[in-house]
């Protein structure tokens, strides 16, 4: 069965202060793994496609890498509007839908 | 463009009642999506769409049809709402190939009582 784990369940930070998430996953085979981005109230954002391990991309403060058996959010001197829950989503080989995580609450203060 | 757009933002329902919830897209997606998401169980996926009078079930299909007679739209029925069925619903688009860039609605939050 495919399963995608994401920790820590929230993180609470200070503006500046680096860290990053992890979404560890187990599928037959790997499609692509996505980031997403939600705010409270509202439906979530896409930010990242990963394809393969070794993969980097970024995006202003964020940065995510991909192996194997999972991958970083590294998010580099936050600030308070980086708050928001972020979700890892996984497409197995062969497969046209996704598994999504259960997500990281992120909260940074000021 | 309104990207993908879902009514109503709020509904309330007893047990028992049927309701409609309304998808639209302006993209030209092919494909689309219905999921729920509840405290503590993520995102899940009640059923999809890969194009106009193409449907398939997801992870949580029961209590639940969809039908897609044209691509902007993609309405999801509740056929005898159920207390378990309180949760909030997205809709979400994406073109061929691109399973993994989904563009989300902004979500209805339905309360069964």
């Known amino acids: 069965e495919d399963q995608v784990t994401q920790s820590p369940e929230a993180l609470r930070l200070q503006e500046g202060e680096s860290s990053s998430l992890n979404c560890s996953y187990t599928?037959?085979?790997?499609?692509?793994l996505f980031w997403y981005r939600q705010d409270p109230g509202k439906g979530p954002e896409f930010l990242f496609t990963?394809?393969?391990a070794g993969e980097e991309k970024e995006k202003e403060r964020l940065k995510a890498t991909l192996t194997k058996k999972e991958s970083f959010l590294h998010i580099t001197a936050p600030k308070p509007e980086d708050s928001a829950t972020y979700l890892c989503?996984?497409?197995?080989?062969?497969?046209?839908?996704?598994?999504f995580g259960k997500g990281t609450m992120l909260l940074v203060s000021p | 463009n309104a990207g993908v757009t879902q009514t109503p933002k709020f509904q309330v329902l007893k047990t028992g009642q049927s309701m409609t919830l309304q998808c639209a897209q302006d993209?030209?997606?092919?494909?689309m999506s219905w999921y729920r998401q509840d405290p503590g169980m993520g995102l899940r996926l009640i059923h999809y769409?890969?194009?106009?009078?193409?449907?398939d079930q997801g992870e949580v299909p029961n209590g639940y049809n969809v039908s897609r007679s044209t691509t902007e739209d993609f309405p999801l029925r509740l056929l005898s709402a159920a207390p378990s069925q309180t949760s909030v619903y997205f809709c979400?688009?994406?073109?061929?190939?691109?399973?993994?860039?989904?563009?989300f609605g902004p979500g209805t939050r339905l309360t069964v009582l």
């Open positions: 989503a996984v497409q197995p080989s062969g497969y046209s839908t996704l598994t």
């Open positions: 599928v037959s085979g790997l499609r692509g």
């Open positions: 990963l394809y393969s």
């Open positions: 993209m030209n997606h092919e494909y």
């Open positions: 769409s890969v194009g106009a009078g193409i449907t």
């Open positions: 979400a688009s994406n073109q061929r190939g691109q399973r993994g860039e989904q563009f």
